[in-house]
């Protein structure tokens, strides 16, 4: 079984305020657009989604369970930003994932992920289409990275690589 930690965010990326950076250390936020809720709060659905579709564990848990666990995935949003500095702009999202065993309460393997994905405007609107982009990706090298590092005493029937490829993203 696999209990899918809700998800948690460095300071200026734990909010629903949409940021982005103009210049070097100018970092700020977009004073009318907003994420539907904090990122960190979207992404635990999506996590758990992706991790059912994968088939590879008997059970996917999210908290408060009480169930008895093999494996616990946390995901913490390291960047989250509209960098409008590059040309075009570019959407930034860097992960951090850890795969816990419950057994020897150690981290088994940790990765980060770190996507740049082009915008096609510098508007919010378009970093919010960039953001669904590299959650996508993120979601199934979320996946694959589970997969591989459970290894088959994941449970159910592991299997080489993620078959989430309809994975959701933010809105």
Partial sequence: MLLVLSPDAEAPYDTARMAYVEA???FGYFGRHEWAAAP???????????MVQTH???AVLAPPSSSAYGYALQVRILELVQ????DPALLRLTLHVQLH????NRVLAAREIALRETMSDKTPSAG???????TASALRQIADFALREAGPAAGASTRAGCSCANARSLH
């Fill in 56 to 58: 590879a564990f008997n």
């Fill in 101 to 104: 065993e419950s057994a020897s």
């Fill in 40 to 50: 960190a709060q979207m992404l635990l659905p999506l996590l758990l989604r992706t």
């Fill in 24 to 26: 070097p250390h100018r």
């Fill in 128 to 134: 919010v289409e960039a953001a669904n982009r590299a």
């Fill in 83 to 86: 960098d409008f500095r590059a």
